[in-house]
Every structure is written in structure tokens, then in C-alpha cells.
């Protein structure tokens, strides 16, 4: 069953930013436990287990038409979702997407997608295969290595939206969780994704937050067809949230 770290708080990541910029001071977010990075467009939070909203979510974002184009079908139970949504593990993480752009905050409160972010026993057996195939050297010392999948929930008319918000909340889910495994450095915190080489909205989401495709390769070793795969490239996600940060508060500095 998948899980998430719920009951942890999220961090705020520290930004080297050259001399003479200062961030500004951020107002306070209007629910506990959510983490916004200036200049994003999302703000991300974990899914809170006793809210029927978040279970809701949960569910229309599963039952979306693209989720099920490129997910496989869960067959989850109400007790299934909540299980999901509270369970704690040390390597799986599951946070609920905001959109931070609304000063309203009931929009603000509505969840507008998720981002998975997880190692399990079947995520081992990826990371040898990417291994043997040369897209990723051997460890030489001990490492975190973790999948990393998305969705969007659908708007009410069926269509099914919010690329850059997706990328905007997946590349704040990064930094938190590098420094919710508490590992020395980026190096030793491997994430990586496949995508169906026909999801093109998956592809520009991931390109967009940091990480950079690396070839093609079976999702599990019985899988009928090759899909991509990416990895996080840590330099480049880190200059993309410091350019956003950093255009967020030039036009403070200049006046």
C-alpha cells in the first residue's frame, strides 16, 4: 500500500542568492504545514488522512480520464485512500498539490493535484536494471533512490489541466524530500520517473522541474514496451528555483 509522511513538518529550504538580494518576508500561509517557495505558482502540503475533502481529491484525481489513460487502475477503497493518505514510512512521500497564485483561501484550500514520491521493493529492482544499463553508476556508498509520479485533478467540466503548476509543486517536493530524508548531500538522493513516450504533458512537467531523460528502458521486466526515463539532474533544479525566486523579488529591489 502506498504511504506518506503526514505527521513530519515540511522545511523551508535556505537559497544562496547573490549579494544585495534579500527575500522578502512571506506572509503566513492560511493552513498549517504548507511550504510555498517565493516566485512558485504551487504550494505543496501533505494529505491530511481525516479530511473527506482531501479524500475526495484523492479520488477524482484517480478516476481522472488522463490518470487512468496512464496509471493502472487501483481499485482503491475508501479505507484504501485513507490508509494511503496517513500511512508513515521513512522513503514515501505523498503531497497535495496548492495553487498559491489565489489570495482567496478556499481556493487556495482546493487540491489540485498530487505528487508521489517513493521507494518500494519493485523501485529496487529498477534502480539495478538502470544499473546494468548504464544509466546510473553503481553505488559506491549507501544512497536513497526513489520514483517519483504525478497527477492532476480534473476540472468539473472533465478536462484535466495545470502542467505548470505540476512542475511548480514537483520541484518544491524535491528539496523537501532531500531534507525530509535527512541525507548528507543531493548526491546520495537518486529520483528518477517513467514516462509513456506519448505523454508529453508527464515529459514537459518533468523537464520543467530539474530532471533530464536519459533513454528508454522496461518498467518492469515483463512490461510489453520500453518507457522513458529521467532523472533529476540536482544543479538544474536548483538554478530553476533560484530564477524563480530571484525574479520574484527583483521588481521589490528595483523600486
Given at each position: 500500500m502506498p504511504c506518506c509522511m503526514f505527521n513530519r513538518p515540511l522545511h523551508h529550504q535556505p537559497f544562496s542568492l547573490p549579494e544585495g538580494f534579500t527575500l522578502p518576508e512571506q506572509p503566513a500561509e492560511p493552513f498549517e504545514n504548507v511550504y510555498h517557495t517565493p516566485g512558485e505558482a504551487a504550494a505543496i502540503r501533505f494529505f491530511e488522512p481525516s479530511s473527506e475533502e482531501d479524500l475526495q481529491a484523492m479520488r477524482e484525481i484517480l478516476k481522472g480520464k488522463q490518470s487512468r489513460k496512464w496509471m493502472d487502475d487501483p481499485h482503491m477503497s475508501q479505507s484504501d485512500y485513507r490508509d494511503w493518505a496517513g500511512t508513515e514510512s521513512d522513503t514515501s512521500f505523498l503531497f497535495a498539490v496548492l495553487d498559491a497564485r489565489s489570495t482567496d483561501p478556499?481556493?487556495?484550500?482546493h487540491v489540485e493535484g498530487f505528487i508521489y514520491i517513493y521507494s518500494e521493493r519493485e523501485e529496487k529492482f529498477r534502480v539495478?536494471?538502470?544499473?546494468?544499463?548504464?544509466?546510473?553508476?553503481?553505488?559506491s556508498k549507501p544512497r536513497y533512490a526513489?520514483?517519483?509520479?504525478?497527477?492532476?485533478r480534473p476540472r468539473t467540466d472533465g478536462s484535466q489541466s495545470g502542467s505548470g503548476l505540476?512542475?511548480?509543486s514537483l520541484r518544491q517536493c524535491c528539496l523537501q524530500v532531500q531534507m525530509l530524508l535527512k541525507s548528507p548531500d543531493r548526491a546520495a538522493t537518486v529520483l528518477f520517473a517513467f514516462v509513456h513516450p506519448d505523454n508529453f504533458p508527464a515529459q514537459r512537467t518533468l523537464e520543467s522541474s530539474g530532471f533530464l531523460k536519459q533513454g528508454s528502458?522496461?518498467?518492469d521486466w515483463d512490461s510489453p514496451d520500453a518507457t522513458l526515463l529521467y532523472l533529476l539532474d540536482w544543479p538544474t533544479l536548483e538554478a530553476k528555483v533560484r530564477d524563480k525566486v530571484l525574479r520574484s523579488i527583483q521588481p521589490q529591489e528595483g523600486g
Open positions: 478556499e481556493e487556495i484550500r539495478r536494471r538502470m544499473e546494468r544499463q548504464g544509466y546510473l553508476a553503481p553505488a526513489l520514483e517519483v509520479s504525478f497527477a492532476v505540476m512542475s511548480s528502458m522496461l518498467y
